[in-house]
Nanobody, 129 residues
């Protein structure tokens, strides 16, 4: 069974920080062979790619959160993280972790939700003004 389990969400005041975690299990291959990404989505907005990380640690980051959000990975724990600093009310959303095989991705697609095959259930992040 393939599972991506997010944790670390919750309520935080504007200007605060949160670190999201996503532990992957059951992926059909080595952890380093997958691209892992963070996305967020609300009923009013389409899914927005925030950050993605490759097996070698290279990241792709959306302009909307650049300088505030940082993604990292821990291969030993098959876990990726999203450190979110200086949170703003507009960051309120459900955040999703997703994975896809790196070999299936072309350059420039790393933040496109449609190319990801496996998704977590999502976790709520609420930033109070």
């Amino acid at each position: 069974e393939i599972q991506l389990v997010e944790s670390g969400g919750g309520l935080v005041q504007a200007g605060g920080s949160l670190r999201l975690s996503c532990e992957a299990s059951g992926l059909p291959g080595r952890f380093g062979e997958f691209l892992l990404g963070w996305f967020r989505q609300t009923p009013e907005k389409a899914s927005e790619g925030l950050s993605a990380i490759q097996g070698d640690g290279r990241t792709n980051n959306a302009d909307s959160v650049k300088g505030r959000f940082t993604m990292s990975s821990d291969h030993a724990r098959t876990t990726v993280y999203l450190q979110m600093n200086n949170l703003k009310p507009e960051d309120t959303s459900v955040y999703y972790c997703a994975a896809t095989a790196i070999c299936e991705i072309n350059d420039g697609q790393e933040l496109q939700p449609a190319v990801y095959d496996y998704w977590g259930q999502g976790i709520q992040v609420t930033v109070a003004s």
